[in-house]
Nanobody
């Protein structure tokens, strides 16, 4: 069974950092575009960052300069380094894998930014 498993969420103070990880299994990870999405309470899910199979990246304007997405194809893992976190970054963060019309989702990891 294909799985995307997120980890690394938690409670952090404003200005702090977290690194999220998403480990993929039973897919040819290197050919998938990978992304991180988030959904805050009462809001729609939104794209945070994505990285293509070739390593090109794209970020939501709200996180540019603060978040960095990367991938390690040898470990079948995609990362999201989040710095200078703000209360408005509080959300459930989901990992996404995409290849043509196929799309896979993890169950999410909760990030709470609060003092």
């Amino acid at each position: 069974q294909v799985q995307l498993v997120e980890s690394g969420g938690g409670l952090v103070q404003p200005g702090g950092s977290l690194r999220l990880s998403c480990a993929a299994s039973r897919i040819t990870f290197s050919i998938y575009a990978m992304g991180w999405y988030r959904q805050a309470p009462g809001k729609q899910r939104e794209l945070v960052a994505e990285i293509s199979s070739g390593g090109s990246t794209n970020y939501a304007d709200s996180v540019k300069g603060r978040f960095t997405i990367s991938r390690d194809n040898a470990k079948n893992t995609v990362y999201l380094q989040m710095n200078s976190l703000k209360p408005e970054d509080t959300a459930l963060y989901y990992c996404n894998a995409r290849l043509a019309s196929r799309e896979l989702w993890g169950r999410g990891t909760l990030v709470t930014v609060s003092s």
